[in-house]
C-alpha cells in the first residue's frame, strides 16, 4: 500500500509537470477534441494495443506501441493537470470496420478515439486501416513524461478536411539517399499527410533505374551512388504503405527533359546548350534555369521510348496516379529543333507539337489504369497549351503552382480536379537566394539585391505563418471547391540535399499538415495562427526526439513567457518602415493578433 501511495504521488508530480495547458498538445489539432475536466492516469506498465490482423495496421501497431513505452515526452511547458483516481490504462482497443480496403486516393482516414476516466481501456474505432493510423498517431500524443501517464476523460473524432494532402520532393537537381525519403514519410504520417509526390527525373539527372531501358539512368544520373533501384522503389513503396502515405511518380515531360539525351540524344531538342545564351532575350532562353532540354514529339522515336518508359514505371509503382509533368516548355528550345523549325515553316504551330505529346501519351496512361496529373501550364500556359477537350476530366487532375487561387479557379472552371501548390504560399525553397555562380547582382548594394528578391525567382521565404494562413480554396463556389482535393508543399532541390533535408521542410509543412487536416481557424471563423504557435513550438519539439530535425520557430524563452513574442501592432503596409510590423488583425488581451 506505502508503494502504491509513493507511485501515485511519484506520477503526480511527473504529470504536474509535463502537461501543456489548453489542454493537451495534438498536431495536426483534432476537428473535434473533447476535454472538459483535463486528468491523466498511468500508463501501465504491461500496455498493450489489440487491433485486428492487418498486415500494415500489424505494423503501425508494433510500431506505435513501442514508441508509446519508449518515448517518454517532456512538454517544454509545464503546468499543473488533475491526477484521476482510475486505474492504470492497460489496453488500447482498436476496431476496424473493413480492413480490406486498399489505400487509394479518396480513403476514408476518419476515427473516434475514447479515453475514460474510469476504464482501464481505451477505443479507437476507425472505418479503415488508415483511419486506425492516424487514431494510433493521436493516442501517441496523449502519451508523455516517465513513468509514462496519459490523458483521460477524452473524446475525439476526427477526420481530414482535404483528402490529398502532400509533400513533393525533387530528387533530380540533387541526389536524396533512400533513408532520407523513408525519414520522410515517416514525420508525413506523423503529421497525417498521405501523399508523397516524387518528382524523380529532370533535365539535371534521371536517377530512376529502368530494367528495360537502363542507359536513361546509365547516362543520365549523376553516378552509380546516385541511382534509384526497382529494390529501391519498392522499399520506398512498401515502407509509405506501413505509414499510411502513398508514392505518386513524376516523369517530368516533355519539358525537363535533358537528362534522357545521354542515352536519347535524337529525340531531345536543345540538349546540353546553354540556358540563357549571350545576346537573347529572357523570353528567348532555352530553359528557365541552367539544365536544357525537351523531348521532340515529332521524331519517330520520341514514343516508342516513351512507351518503354511508362510502362516500365507502371510496373514498378502501383499507384493510380501518375504525374506526367507538362510545365514550363520553352519555345525557343523547340523552335531551335530543325524537325519542329520544318512543321512550323509549313504553319504548324508548337501548341499542336504539344498536342501531338498529349494525345498520344495521355490515353495511353489512361490504358495502364492510370489518372493522369499535369501541371496547369498544359492548359494555362501564354504561348503552348493544348485544348482541354484532349483531357477528359474524369482521368485527369491539375496541380497548380502560379497566380495563387486564380489559377486554382481556372482549372476548376474548366471541370478539372486540383491539387494545390502555389509558389506564393507553399514552396520551400523559396528565399535562399539563387544559384548562379557569377551572378552580378550579389555585387550589387544591398537595397537592389532587397528588390531584386535576394536572387530568388519566387521570394520571400515562405515562413510556416504563411503556409498556414493559406486558404487553398479562397473565392470558390462550394460546387468548385469540390473539385479541389487537397494541397503539397514543394521543395525543389537546386539548393538542397539530405543535409539540410528536415529543417527545409519541417515544421513549416506541418503547418500546411494542420491546415489540410482540420483548417486554419477557429470556431468563430478567426484565423488562428497565433494560438497554433505554441502548439507548434511544442509539436516541434517532440519531431526532434523522435528523430526529425525540425528547425525551431521561436527561440524557447518565448514559450516560457505567453505572449511576450506576439505584437499589439497590426501590420501596416504603408511606407513608413517604422509603423510595419510582424501581425494582422485584431490583437486579444494575451497580445495574441487574429484575423478574420
Known sequence: MARAIIFFISLSRLCLLSLQSDPINVWPKPRIFSWPKPEATSLAAEFKIQAPMQTQLSSAVDRYLKLIKSEHHHHLVRPSINISSSPPLQTLSISVDNISVPLTHGVN??????????????YLVASTVWGAMRGLETFSQLVWGNPSCVAVGIYVWDEPLFSHRGL?????????EVDDILRTISAMSANKLNVFHWHITDSHSFPLLLPSDPNL???????????????????IIEYGLDYGVRVVPEIDTPGHSGSWAGAHPEIVSCANKFWWPAGTKWEDRLASEP??????????KTFGVMINVLENVASIFPENFFHSGGDEILPACWKSDSLIQSFLSTGGTLSEVLEKFINFVFPFIVALDKTAIY???????????????????????????????ESTKKIVQAGYRVIVSS??????????GGFLGNDSLYDQPPEIQKAAGGGSWCSPFKTWQTVYNYDITEGLTEEEKELVLGGEVALWSEQADGTVLDARLWPRTSAMAEALWSG?????????????????NEWRHRMVNRGIGAEPIQPLWCLQNPGMCNTVHAYNSGDDEENVTLSTGSVDSKGFADSS
Open 217 to 235: 539512368a546509365a547516362k543520365g544520373s549523376y553516378g552509380e551512388d546516385y541511382l534509384y533501384t526497382p529494390s529501391d522503389v519498392k522499399k
Open 291 to 300: 539544365g536544357t532540354g525537351q523531348l521532340n514529339p515529332l521524331h519517330p
Open 423 to 432: 509558389s506564393d504560399y507553399y514552396y520551400l525553397d523559396c528565399g535562399h
Open 520 to 536: 486554419n481557424r477557429d470556431e468563430t471563423g478567426k484565423k488562428r495562427y497565433a494560438e497554433a504557435t505554441d502548439r507548434l
Open 168 to 176: 513533393l520532393l525533387d530528387t533530380s537537381r540533387n541526389y536524396y
Open 109 to 122: 482516414e476518419s476515427y473516434s478515439l475514447t479515453i475514460t476516466s474510469d476504464e482501464n481501456t481505451a
Open 375 to 405: 501541371w496547369e501550364d498544359v492548359i494555362l500556359d501564354n504561348e503552348i497549351k493544348v485544348d482541354p477537350s484532349y483531357l477528359y476530366p474524369e482521368y485527369t487532375i491539375f496541380q497548380s503552382w502560379k497566380n495563387g487561387t
